[in-house]
């Protein structure tokens, strides 16, 4: 997996030689990867490393990654979690008419410091050391997060409040157990029964699982998903007569001289276990909640914030299960307990249509279906020819990712994640690799020995 984190700092001005100076005073767990860089060009070129990062801002190869003019960078390798630091000056002018009519320019100079953190796990990484060093050369510099505004995922939402909320304990542990898909086959057939006769609860599930049947019980009634009753079944007409939650509470019925139609006192007619679902299950079954918050918790396991992420709300019209801002890019999500159909294509065809996310997503508990990704290969030629010039890195081909079976759940949504980052985090990396690039015309000039021949040897 892989995570961006930013941090930034307006500073006064830059200290001469700030990089340097910082690469010097940083313990040897830091690797500096840009300067070993030049010094190994410059030996195998034979040029002096001024070709590379002297003579001012005319050798640097530019990137545009921002509107800042990036000055200096620094790449560390640090343990598992790569640094990369730009310091970048920008400076602006502005002309304006002084009280005797004539044109004044002035010149205002913006100094930042960025650093970007890629890191291949979910937990912060342990940088305080890092930027205490730092601060020891900027005076005094001051990091802050910038803001994470989920720009696009409030334009989608139209003011509407963001309901998403963590998935507790016990729904976690739910799900995980819906995700069996004989599980959720009895619990599925318990719910749409008015309750199921615990001796027909095997036929429920396919005949190679049945060997399982006491044990999913069990893990059904261990998650709160299915209570037990007993139901009084007449031995006369063999109609279900009563419903009571234990066999003790048929002595006290008798008691109170409580009988069968058939004139039997209760605790005489035959009883057999059954089972119902709880509300829970309800809440946890409809509109496949579970899959939704499998899903949810994935995303927040693999670094996602919960506040970027909207589960089941209706939006435009549409019902959307799931959408997620990753890093400025939106990923919608459709979940499916079934087969992905044709049918199915055509409506999250639309979906797409309206939200325009840069990464549709398909999750199936099944396969999706042949004609339905015909459809998608189809119109994916059609959106290719339409498709707008984008500045930012693309993420994948810019079609409809499948994930297809739970089994793939976990693995597919790091991939759609550990993507996004790493598309979030080429402008930086690539800001900062051009330090360790000659600009062609001074390298040359160096090579040419013009350089040399203004130094006598
Ligand atoms: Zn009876």
Same mark, same amino acid.
């Given at each position: 997996?892989? =995570?961006?984190?930013?941090?930034?700092?307006?500073?006064k001005?830059?200290?001469?030689?700030?990089? =340097?100076? &910082?690469?010097?005073?940083?313990?040897?767990?830091?690797?500096?990867?840009?300067?070993?860089?030049?010094?190994?060009?410059?030996?195998?070129? $034979?040029?002096?490393? !001024?070709?590379?990062?002297?003579?001012?801002?005319?050798?640097?190869?530019?990137?545009?990654? !921002?509107?800042?003019?990036?000055?200096?960078?620094?790449?560390?390798?640090?343990?598992?979690?790569?640094?990369?630091?730009?310091?970048?000056?920008?400076? =602006?002018?502005?002309?304006?008419?002084?009280?005797?009519?004539?044109?004044?320019?002035t010149?205002? @100079?913006?100094?930042?410091?960025?650093?970007?953190?890629?890191?291949?796990?979910?937990?912060?990484?342990?940088?305080?050391?890092?930027?205490k060093?730092?601060?020891?050369?900027?005076?005094?510099?001051?990091?802050?997060?910038?803001?994470?505004?989920?720009?696009?995922?409030?334009?989608m939402?139209?003011?509407?409040?963001?309901?998403?909320?963590?998935?507790?304990?016990?729904?976690?542990?739910?799900?995980?157990?819906?995700? %069996?898909?004989?599980?959720?086959?009895?619990?599925?057939?318990?719910?749409?029964?008015?309750?199921l006769?615990?001796?027909? /609860?095997?036929?429920?599930?396919?005949?190679?699982?049945?060997? =399982?049947? %006491?044990?999913?019980?069990?893990?059904?009634?261990?998650? $709160?998903l299915?209570?037990?009753e007993?139901?009084?079944?007449?031995?006369?007409?063999?109609?279900?007569?009563?419903?009571? #939650?234990?066999?003790?509470?048929?002595?006290?019925?008798d008691?109170?001289?409580?009988?069968?139609?058939?004139?039997r006192?209760?605790?005489?007619?035959?009883? +057999? @276990?059954?089972?119902?679902?709880?509300?829970?299950?309800?809440?946890?079954? %409809?509109?496949?909640?579970?899959?939704s918050?499998?899903?949810?918790q994935?995303?927040?396991?693999?670094?996602?914030?919960i *506040?970027?992420?909207?589960?089941?709300?209706?939006?435009?019209?549409?019902?959307?299960?799931?959408?997620? +801002?990753?890093?400025?890019?939106?990923?919608?999500?459709?979940?499916?307990?079934?087969?992905?159909?044709?049918?199915?294509?055509?409506?999250?065809?639309?979906?797409?249509?309206?939200?325009?996310?840069?990464?549709?997503?398909?999750?199936?508990?099944?396969k999706?279906?042949?004609?339905?990704?015909?459809?998608?290969?189809?119109?994916?030629?059609?959106d290719?020819?339409?498709?707008?010039?984008?500045?930012?890195?693309?993420?994948?081909? $810019?079609?409809?990712?499948?994930?297809?079976?739970?089994?793939?759940?976990?693995?597919?949504?790091?991939?759609?994640?550990?993507?996004?980052?790493?598309?979030?985090?080429?402008? *930086? &990396?690539?800001?900062?690799? !051009?330090?360790?690039?000659?600009?062609? #015309? /001074?390298?040359?000039?160096?090579?040419?020995?013009?350089?040399?021949?203004?130094?006598?040897?």
């Amino acid at each position: 997996m892989l =995570r961006r984190i930013n941090r930034w700092a307006r500073v006064k001005s830059h200290p001469a030689d700030a990089v =340097r100076t &910082l690469t010097s005073k940083l313990p040897a767990t830091y690797q500096p990867i840009i300067r070993p860089l030049i010094e190994r060009q410059s030996d195998l070129f $034979g040029v002096p490393q !001024s070709a590379f990062t002297g003579g001012g801002t005319a050798s640097y190869a530019r990137s545009s990654f !921002s509107e800042d003019d990036v000055i200096d960078a620094e790449i560390y390798a640090f343990g598992s979690v790569l640094i990369i630091l730009c310091i970048s000056e920008t400076l =602006r002018l502005s002309h304006e008419r002084n009280d005797e009519g004539e044109i004044v320019t002035t010149e205002e @100079k913006s100094c930042t410091v960025r650093l970007t953190y890629a890191v291949p796990f979910v937990e912060d990484p342990d940088v305080a050391e890092f930027e205490k060093i730092l601060a020891e050369i900027w005076n005094g510099i001051e990091f802050r997060d910038p803001p994470s505004r989920s720009r696009r995922l409030r334009e989608m939402a139209q003011g509407k409040q963001n309901t998403t909320r963590l998935p507790t304990e016990g729904e976690l542990d739910a799900a995980e157990a819906l995700s %069996d898909k004989s599980v959720r086959r009895l619990a599925i057939a318990i719910k749409s029964s008015s309750g199921l006769l615990l001796g027909d /609860a095997p036929k429920q599930i396919p005949p190679r699982e049945r060997g =399982r049947i %006491d044990a999913i019980v069990q893990l059904l009634i261990d998650k $709160g998903l299915v209570d037990t009753e007993i139901v009084v079944i007449c031995r006369d007409s063999s109609a279900q007569v009563n419903r009571v #939650a234990t066999a003790d509470v048929l002595n006290g019925l008798d008691k109170q001289g409580v009988r069968c139609a058939c004139g039997r006192p209760l605790s005489e007619e035959k009883h +057999e @276990k059954a089972l119902s679902v709880t509300d829970f299950a309800r809440s946890m079954l %409809d509109g496949s909640a579970w899959l939704s918050i499998l899903v949810l918790q994935y995303l927040l396991n693999f670094g996602v914030p919960i *506040q970027s992420v909207r589960m089941e709300q209706e939006y435009s019209g549409e019902e959307v299960d799931c959408v997620a +801002e990753i890093y400025g890019r939106l990923v919608l999500f459709e979940l499916k307990d079934k087969e992905f159909n044709l049918g199915n294509a055509y409506s999250f065809g639309a979906k797409v249509g309206i939200f325009g996310p840069d990464v549709p997503v398909i999750v199936t508990t099944e396969k999706v279906g042949a004609d339905a990704r015909d459809h998608f290969a189809r119109s994916a030629v059609a959106d290719r020819r339409s498709r707008r010039y984008a500045t930012e890195d693309p993420v994948g081909d $810019g079609g409809i990712k499948f994930i297809e079976g739970l089994d793939s759940l976990k693995v597919g949504i790091e991939g759609i994640v550990t993507e996004i980052a790493g598309a979030a985090l080429a402008p *930086q &990396l690539r800001a900062a690799l !051009s330090f360790s690039s000659a600009h062609p #015309a /001074a390298l040359l000039a160096a090579w040419a020995g013009v350089e040399r021949s203004s130094t006598p040897e």
